[in-house]
């Protein structure tokens, strides 16, 4: 709870929570039905109940980073699955092997906007990643590498996922929903950086773009990292071609190959 937040004349409900705990055992308090409302599981994860949990989801991780002093960010996209260099030979494709080398440019990156970060308390531009593995590890490490904070947006995959081990702690959330989970990618994001990825990394790229390009979010510095990787995935100039999308759409955003190029990028922006 946050510590200056006005206490109300009325009973606390973590009082009435803790109080559960300790009632006589009877019929009647074994019932589902006498459970607070708040602290019953089922009932919060019945099908009427989804717009209660999506607001939950909303305003969980906003308070807190507001509790944690975060203003801003710098948003990381990129692939689970591309090893840091060292583990290259673990990758299951060539592929994956050569785009090892994002990883460390994920991390330098991350670095870098971190130091700058610190110069002024901290609480601007600190690095946000989906939390995970490869290229969000990367992201998490860098600020780690920096002596800085960054957050982690995890969500819960059919498969066993944990948070990468450079996340602060304090700022490492877990989702549901993926739509809430990309909006608060982007509530606070002063730039967005795009690295090789699969379908994760695609589906908040084009949401992250297509917010822009309908003038749904203001600009941001959008760089994608490794021009020929991305060039050969997707044909942007067809797009533009077919008028699918306008001409003007392809400067939206940036190719960079390095993280020192990225960081001028942002810090010339709009000047």
Known sequence: MNKNHRRHPFRHARDDAKVMKEIPDTPQTRS??????FTD??????????????QLELLKPDMLMTEEGIVSTVVLFGGARIPEPAKKHE???????????????????SR????????????????????GPGVMEAANRGAADAGGRSIGLNIVLPHEQAPNEYVTPELCFNFHYFAIRKMHFLMRAKA???FPGGFGTMDELFES???IQTQ????VPFLLFGEQFWRRIIN???????????????????FVETAEEAVKIIETWGK
Request: with cysteine.
């Open 32 to 37: 589902p039905a006498y459970r607070l409302a």
């Open 41 to 54: 599981t089922d009932f919060l994860c019945r099908e009427e109940l989804r717009p209660v949990r999506l």
């Open 91 to 109: 990758a299951r494709t060539e592929t994956l092997a050569g785009l090892s080398k994002y990883y460390d440019e994920a991390r330098a990156f």
């Open 112 to 131: 870098l906007i971190t130091l700058k970060s610190l110069e002024s308390g901290g609480r601007e531009n600190v690095i946000m990643s989906g939390g």
């Open 192 to 194: 967005i950086v795009v």
């Open 209 to 211: 773009l297509t917010l």
């Open 216 to 219: 749904r979010m203001e600009p």
């Open 236 to 254: 942007w100039e067809a797009l533009a071609e077919a008028g699918t999308i306008s001409a003007e759409d392809l400067e939206l955003f940036h």
